[in-house]
């Protein structure tokens, strides 16, 4: 009889799970697709620079050095040759927040879109949870390629509903703290808890969603190597007699 070779899984396809392509072939985790360690820097300097120039120059000082901080952070990551769409994403949600304050004449209003987004964001999450379809493991399948096998095996999909749950109370919880610090106009307190619930919370809960991605990879992979391979040629004994 003759042995039949299955080939096995090498190169970026055989990476951990957690990864995508990136650049040259290679994969990148998600921490990288967000931008890197580095990227918690990033985000702190035109926060930063925006609360100390707001209490030193005024609102428009603060609004044009804010975006002058956000344009030398985006050519420093151009010139550093990181990965561009998180350096353009920086720069456009700084000038977004900047006009923001500037329409409403005020220095909290720089932290409006980001608070409004944080309930539109666990809105979504909290619904794909509700019509079965997490979007922890939605985003997960697609980042990697996994596809959507999952939502047919119940622990897997269980798996993906805590971690989308747990997506879900990050963004609501910034959105509460952030908008009871909003009204009460303390714009200090919400820079600094834009940075403290930005990537620090973002991270525990990535850490959540990624032990859903390695149980639900583990048990899909078991339920395929327990699964009745199709007969072929090479399993008939007639044929090699």
């Not at 990033?42 to 002058?68: R, S």
């Not at 922890?136 to 939502?151: E, F, Q």
């Not at 919880?173 to 952030?178: E, I, K, T, Y």
């Not at 820079?191 to 032990?211: E, N, Q, R, S």
Request: net charge positive.
């Amino acid at each position: 009889m003759t042995a039949s070779v299955h080939p096995s899984r090498t190169g970026p396809e055989a990476q951990e799970p957690g990864s995508a392509p990136g650049r040259h072939g290679k994969r990148q985790t998600t921490l990288e697709q967000l931008g890197g360690p580095a990227g918690l820097v990033y985000t702190m300097v035109p926060v930063t620079a925006f609360v100390i120039a707001n209490a030193a120059l005024g609102l428009t000082g603060a609004i044009v050095t804010a975006l002058g901080a956000g344009l030398a952070v985006t050519v420093l990551r151009l010139v550093r040759k990181e990965p561009l769409q998180p350096a353009l994403s920086g720069l456009f949600g700084v000038a977004v927040a900047a006009f923001v304050a500037w329409k409403t004449g005020s220095a909290k209003g720089y932290f409006l879109l980001g608070i409004w987004s944080n309930l539109v964001l666990a809105a979504v999450f909290l619904l794909s949870v509700a019509v079965r379809r997490p979007l922890a493991g939605i985003v997960w399948g697609a980042l990697n390629g996994t596809g959507t096998a999952w939502l047919r095996d119940k622990p897997s999909r269980r798996a993906y509903d805590i971690a989308t749950l747990t997506l879900t109370a990050v963004f609501a919880a910034r959105f509460v703290v952030q908008q009871w610090l909003y009204d009460e106009d303390r714009t200090g307190w919400l820079a600094f808890a834009k940075l403290a619930m930005g990537y620090p919370l973002l991270a525990v809960a990535l850490l959540v969603v990624l032990w859903a991605g390695r149980s639900s990879a583990k048990r899909l992979k078991g339920a395929a190597g327990h699964a009745p391979r199709p007969e072929g040629p090479d399993d008939c004994p007639l044929i090699h007699r």
